[in-house]
């Protein structure tokens, strides 16, 4: 597979992740972390099927224990230190520290080994940071010295991706399979937090459970195994500036669905995350 072809793969994880909002929306009041693991079960099913029609569960048996866990502390610790965040301070604020991970991926891509880090792609991803930042805070923002540990548990979020996302490319070699089991014992350990911290809340009506199913099919399933593909063999700094068009065009799919409106917000934030993005790739074309 071309570079370029592993670069687009793994952006369509972020055109799946554009949903997320709109889907997510849909699903309300299906409590945060068993909405993560009924989506997360699901994706990790339908992978499951995918690596036994395709011959690839054979491979599954020789993956090391390790990567295994690597994977799945990549997975659920993101969505685990999320939603901890969220629950200990404002919502705009931790998103807005939690989203810092597409800027984190590029700096850390610095390190790796073949790779070239240059001044565009820095530049780029603080002005797709900035694009990002308009939309989470809609322009607005107060940070609250009493949230403190919300705000630290965003930021380890951050990190935790970032870090999954830059690391999982020292891991090249293994087959992208792998992700059908992060995604199952994510779903496992997804169920035990919402066992232990809430309350459960089954979808009354069959647009709930569409959108359930949607996120299992798409955002919380088949994004994770294009973007594992994209972080090993595509353009890794492009793919994190990129990612800042997640929450713009997130955005733009609820103001088409008719649940946000179209603000002078959203579109300086289109102009920002575009010039973010063209500064990244021209750099990476000069690589």
């Not at 604020?93 to 984190?104: H, K």
């Not at 930021?155 to 991706?161: F, G, V």
């Not at 996302?165 to 937090?193: D, E, H, K, M, Q």
């Not at 955005?251 to 990244?280: C, K, N, R």
Request: proline share 3%; hydrophobic share 55%; net charge positive.
């Amino acid at each position: 597979m071309t570079k370029t072809r592993a670069t687009i793969l793994g952006f369509g994880a972020v055109l799946m992740w554009a949903l997320l909002a709109l889907l997510t929306v849909k699903t309300v009041p299906i409590p945060p972390f068993q909405l993560t693991a009924m989506s997360f079960a699901i994706g990790g099913s339908l992978g499951l099927v995918w690596v036994l029609v395709t011959g690839e569960a054979k491979s599954l048996k020789s993956i090391s224990w390790k990567i295994y866990a690597f994977g799945t502390v990549g997975l659920f610790g993101y969505h685990f230190l999320y939603f901890s965040a969220l629950r200990l301070a404002p919502a705009a604020e931790a998103g807005l520290i939690a989203y810092l991970w597409p800027l984190l991926i590029v700096l850390l891509s610095g390190l790796l080994p073949q790779e070239t880090l240059k001044l565009g792609h820095i530049i780029g991803g603080l002005i797709g940071f900035a694009g990002a930042a308009i939309i989470v805070t809609q322009g607005q923002t107060s940070f609250d010295t009493s949230a403190i540990l919300g705000y630290g548990l965003a930021l380890l979020c951050a990190l935790t991706w970032s870090s999954y996302s830059v690391l999982s490319r020292r891991l090249g070699n293994t087959p992208t399979s792998s992700v059908v089991i992060f995604c199952l014992a994510t779903a496992i350990l997804s169920a035990i937090a919402h066992l232990s911290l809430e309350t459960t809340i089954w979808p009354d009506q069959l647009t709930t459970w569409l959108a359930v199913i949607g996120l299992g099919i798409g955002p919380v399933g088949l994004a994770f195994f294009v973007w594992d593909v994209g972080v090993k063999r595509g353009d890794i700094q492009l793919l994190g500036v990129a990612s800042y068009a997640a929450p713009l065009l997130s955005t733009f799919v609820l103001v088409a669905a008719g649940i946000a409106d179209l603000t002078w917000t959203l579109l300086v934030a289109s102009i920002l995350i575009t010039l973010g993005a063209v500064l990244a790739a021209r750099a990476s074309r000069t690589a």
